[in-house]
């Protein structure tokens, strides 16, 4: 059983900046950790995640802009987002996901990332 609890998100206005964090209990060791987003209306999407070597891999959307980063024991999870667009309103979840699919398999309740104009 794996628990993930986000924290941080909020509005802001274009160009503005927020930090996700997430708390993770459980057996998490065997997953990879990684942000999803939904948007109203819109499948959810990966947004960034650690592959297998431990790299910080990005959706190209949020390229140059957000940056992951986590605690050596993945008990934390984190995502600066900077120069935020409206584009990026969506529900944010840190995520455990397979390793080697990407495959979702626990999700946090998500939260709301507001980005006005």
């Known amino acids: 059983q794996v628990t993930l609890m986000e924290s941080g998100g909020g509005s802001v206005e274009a160009g503005g900046s927020l930090r996700l964090s997430c708390s993770a209990s459980?057996?998490?060791?065997?997953?990879?950790m990684a942000w999803f987003r939904q948007a109203p209306g819109k499948e959810r999407e990966g947004v960034a995640f650690?592959?297998?070597?431990?790299?910080?891999r990005y959706a190209d959307s949020v390229k140059g802009r957000f940056t992951i980063s986590r605690t050596s024991a993945k008990s934390n999870l984190y995502l600066q987002m900077n120069s935020l667009k409206p584009e990026d309103t969506a529900v944010y979840y840190c995520?455990?996901?397979?390793?080697?699919?990407?495959?979702?398999?626990?999700w946090g309740q998500g939260t709301q990332v507001t980005v006005s104009s």
């Open positions: 995520t455990a996901v397979d390793c080697y699919s990407g495959a979702p398999n626990y």
């Open positions: 459980g057996l998490i060791y065997n997953y990879c």
């Open positions: 650690f592959d297998t070597d431990g790299r910080p």
